[in-house]
């Protein structure tokens, strides 16, 4: 799936607005051009010094201006995932009732209100079914909103979640519930009935710490990607059964990262009101502790038991093996 | 008779893009967008066609066609595409051929083109003044000068390089400011100085990493928004030559002529953008004859492209990056500054 996002804008009959009007949809088009090319560039800066190290390809946001939305132009677009309901007190939110977001793929939908003056990022259920969520943001805050976002998308593809469009909604679902379990939701200002919200970006409070002056952004980028990794290990226990079949997890060159991995694995596993009873196992390719045998491509493989004791003589072995190797698996049964 | 006006302009670098058919679409599509969102401000007013990556505008209404101008290259930034246009007196006489477009039914005609044909020999003036100017902005003919006034538009002199057999040269031009302040507007890009500047440095080190030829269309901008700065903050420390205090637009350009001196030595225009930096202190109240000279030694000495050009020669000085009285103020602050350390030097030890 292309990782590139729309901005959908669209506006109302640019000819019959007064021109007072038409002035100001020019400002809004001039300004939000300008503060995306502004994510945009500053994404790639991130991956360039490194600190976005975990994403394999850019991410962007591209501006799609559309007037008299029509329902056989938005049908198209399965990258959407932003409208522009208002700027100011110029109201568009009308112009969006043809998008039906259950074509095309789209996963979760925000309405986006911006406002000139103020500071902040808030969330609030929307009146609108058509949209997850509700978003007020400062004009000089919306680039924070717009690397979150572009963030999360990010993370999850490179947690090789599934692009199933009934999987994205459910994990989009699932990590708002979560922000809430984890007592994550102090980071976010939230107005209104919060039960009704369908999204949330997990990495908003990360880069919100990032665009302070003076951070070690990868440090901070180190710790959203273990965190991010808890939310999706929770929800694939949840959710899903991996099979031998499933693509490699690949390590790189940061087994410490794995390492991380198997640890909150183990984490879960012996949370019992999680794990209810699943078994699970790591399968490395070297001889390491016999217990079982499988066969992928004729070459034998073999598991470590998350039921062996101690727990901590396996994961220091895999410590130990597992700069020799590029991949492993997580088999769940 | 009332007055008309004709306008054409060139989207730029449109041959650079067709290494790579999809930049080269996406970029048309962008532009043309533009257009076509900005056309129904000139609605009543004025007409305008577009073919490829030119429009060419007719419009009775000059302050509303500066408007639609200054709109279209704002908006075009953010996209990270500029265009350089010419405004003057006249009418296009335009004539479609070939497909009749009436009520939104085609009416077939027994030709096979379609288009447009100009009746009016102005749009042959109005290209050929497009043509010759080498720059990014919009290039208004001195005729309208008044009219632009009136239309309560301020007019910035800034230059551009032209070019005979051998080599490039400045040339003046008017244009109207790049970076519109007005306090009353909280939306205008003003706001995002940082940001559009950091389009522009981009786009100045992109091109001219592919030629100086290209780079050089940037000089008449770059000199658009220095002139337009705000200098009021400014503060000099003369004891560690160096700027304590000063606006962020001032700053930004003043980082960039220091990475320019860097990295970018041969850019084509590098000493008029520095001039006209010290033209724009020369006219600050803020600022005392002192703190002038020592700046302008500064600049002289730190600038490669000034101190060889210009520190033993200067009378070369050009005339066009100055304003009113300012390039003998450079000259004599030079002069003074420098006889001074010299005959320092010569006296130094001697009783």
Redesign the interface.
């Known amino acids: 799936m292309s990782e590139v996002r729309k901005i959908l804008f669209s506006y109302p009959n640019?000819?019959t607005?007064s021109?007072v009007k038409?002035?100001d949809?020019?400002?809004?088009?001039?300004?939000?051009?300008?503060?995306?090319?502004?994510t945009n560039?500053a994404l790639k800066r991130k991956m360039r010094d490194g600190s976005l190290v975990f994403v394999g390809s850019m991410p962007s946001f591209t501006?799609e201006?559309m007037?008299n939305c029509k329902r056989e132009i938005v049908e198209k677009y399965d990258d959407v995932r932003i409208c522009l309901l208002k700027y100011?007190n110029v109201d568009f939110e009308k112009e969006y009732s043809l998008i039906n977001a259950q074509k095309g793929g789209i996963s979760h939908l925000i309405g986006l209100e911006i406002n000139?003056?103020d500071t902040e990022i808030r969330f609030s259920p929307s009146k609108n079914e058509l949209f997850d969520v509700n978003i007020k943001v400062g004009?000089?805050v919306l680039k924070k909103l717009l690397t979150s976002i572009m963030i999360d998308i990010s993370l999850y593809y490179y947690y090789h979640l599934s692009n199933n469009i009934e999987s994205r909604k459910n994990f989009s679902e699932f990590k708002v519930r979560k922000i809430f379990d984890l007592h994550k939701n102090d980071n976010y200002i939230l107005d209104g009935g919060v039960d009704d919200i369908k999204y949330l970006p997990f990495s908003l409070p990360y880069v919100e710490e990032l665009f302070e002056s003076k951070v070690d952004a990868t440090r901070i980028f180190e710790k959203l990607f273990i965190d991010f990794f808890d939310l999706v290990s929770l929800f694939n226990l949840k959710t899903l059964t991996y099979n031998l079949n499933r693509e490699p997890i690949n390590v790189d060159l940061y087994p410490c990262i794995a390492v991380n991995h198997i640890n909150c694995l183990n984490n879960i596993v012996n949370d019992k009101s999680l794990y209810q009873g699943k078994h699970y196992y790591v399968i490395i390719g070297n001889n390491i502790e016999e217990k079982k045998k499988y066969c992928i491509n004729d070459k034998e493989l073999v598991i470590l038991d998350a039921k062996q004791e101690p727990h901590i003589q396996w994961v220091s072995q895999f410590k130990n093996t597992i700069e020799d190797y590029s991949t492993y698996y997580v088999i769940l049964e | 008779m009332s007055a008309s006006y004709i306008a054409y302009l060139d989207l730029l670098g449109t041959r650079g893009f067709c290494e790579n058919e999809d930049v080269y679409y996406k970029n048309i599509v962008n532009f043309s967008n533009s257009v076509e969102t900005l056309a129904p401000f000139l609605k009543d007013v004025g007409k305008i066609g577009m073919f490829s990556d030119c429009v060419y505008i007719e419009c009775s209404d000059l302050g509303r066609l500066l408007y639609f101008l200054n709109e279209l290259r704002m908006m075009l930034i953010g996209d990270e595409l500029f265009f350089n246009a010419a405004v003057s007196y006249g009418e296009l006489g335009v004539q479609s051929i070939g497909y009749e477009l009436k009520e939104n039914k085609s009416k077939k005609n027994k030709q096979n083109i379609f288009g447009v044909r100009f009746t009016n020999r102005e749009i042959a003036s109005i290209y050929c003044k497009q043509t010759n100017f080498r720059g990014v902005g919009i290039w208004l003919d001195p005729k309208i000068e008044d009219k632009v006034k009136e239309s309560k538009y301020k007019i910035v002199k800034s230059l551009y390089y032209a070019k005979n057999e051998k080599t490039y040269f400045p040339k003046e031009y008017n244009d109207i400011p790049f970076l519109v302040t007005d306090e009353n507007d909280e939306d205008c890009l003003n706001k995002w100085k940082r940001e559009v500047l950091a389009i522009i440095f981009k786009t100045v080190y992109t091109s001219h990493c592919k030629s100086e030829r290209y780079s050089v269309y940037y000089i008449s901008l770059l000199i658009n928004i220095i002139r337009c700065c705000d200098v009021y903050t400014l503060k000099w420390n003369r004891a560690e030559k160096r700027f304590e205090k000063m606006s962020l637009e001032c700053e930004l350009i003043y980082n960039f002529l220091l990475s320019c001196n860097k990295s970018l030595k041969t850019l084509i225009g590098l000493d008029s953008l520095c001039f006209a930096f010290l033209d724009l202190i020369y006219n600050s109240e803020n600022c005392s004859d002192f703190d002038k000279i020592s700046i302008t030694e500064h600049f002289i000495d730190s600038f490669e492209c000034l101190k060889s050009k210009y520190k033993y020669s200067l009378d070369a000085t050009p005339i066009e990056p100055f304003t009113g009285n300012n390039r003998n103020h450079f000259i004599n602050y030079c002069n003074s500054d420098m006889a001074m350390k010299f005959v320092d030097d010569v006296l130094d030890g001697i009783e």
């Open positions: 640019i000819n607005a021109s038409q002035k949809i020019f400002k809004i088009i001039e300004n939000i051009k300008i503060i995306t090319n502004a560039e501006l201006e007037h100011n000139s003056t004009l000089s």
